[in-house]
């Protein structure tokens, strides 16, 4: 069983998974191939363990918010209005709210996970997102580990990707040499990220 196997059959993350599965299969396959390249980097990266699951977790996971979001506006083959533009970007706090019972390093990582692109949400600047993601009490300081950000950056990396390379309602999927250039313009966290996934993605 690999690692994402047993993480989508633990008990406690599969009523997440499935609801996503039924609800919106597109974003659901999407979280599972995002998951098992965010590993590929923890591996690539030679992260211990409990940070590959972490970025496990957090792939899987990281667009559950968007069930809560009206499918018309999920498949819309056109650009968004401000109006579903506003609700789309609700997805990252939505995600970090719906899984209260989650680990804090998966939801801290979960609602920066568009914290590494050029129009950043739901916090916006590097100061901004670093000062926000620093603990602030003794429990949180226990809870939220210094790599949060940087595992932040891998899941980013590696959701970028996946949504380049994957057809979507309002636009095709890319070639390798259109989706490097993208990535090199749009993702603003570590650029070793998008080397290494432009690599690993091929593997
Ligand atoms: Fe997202
Ligand atoms: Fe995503």
Request: glycine residues 4%; charged residues 30%; contains cysteine.
């Amino acid at each position: 069983m690999t690692l994402i196997d047993e993480i989508i059959n633990d008990s406690k993350v599969m009523p997440y998974v499935s609801s996503l599965q039924s609800y919106h299969p597109e974003t659901y396959y999407h979280c599972l191939r995002v998951a098992e390249l965010a590993v590929k980097l923890g591996v690539e990266n030679e992260y211990a363990e409990k940070d590959q699951r972490l970025l496990g977790y957090s792939g899987l996971l990281h667009d559950i918010g968007k069930k809560c979001i009206d499918k018309t506006v999920l498949d819309k083959p056109s650009a968004l209005n401000p109006e579903e533009r506003h609700l789309i970007t609700a997805h990252t706090r939505l995600g970090y709210l719906l899984l209260s019972t989650f680990d804090s390093s998966v939801r801290h990582i979960i609602v920066a996970h568009h914290e590494f692109k050029k129009n950043p949400y739901p916090r916006k600047g590097k100061d901004r997102r670093t000062r926000e993601l620093l603990p602030r009490t003794s429990t949180e300081r226990r809870a939220v580990k210094p790599q949060i950000s940087t595992l932040a950056q891998i899941l980013a990396a590696a959701d970028v990707y996946d949504a380049l390379a994957n057809a979507r309602a309002y636009k095709p999927a890319l070639e390798k040499e259109k989706i490097e250039k993208i990535m090199k313009q749009q993702y603003a966290g570590n650029q070793k990220y998008v080397e290494q996934v432009l690599a690993i993605a091929v593997r």
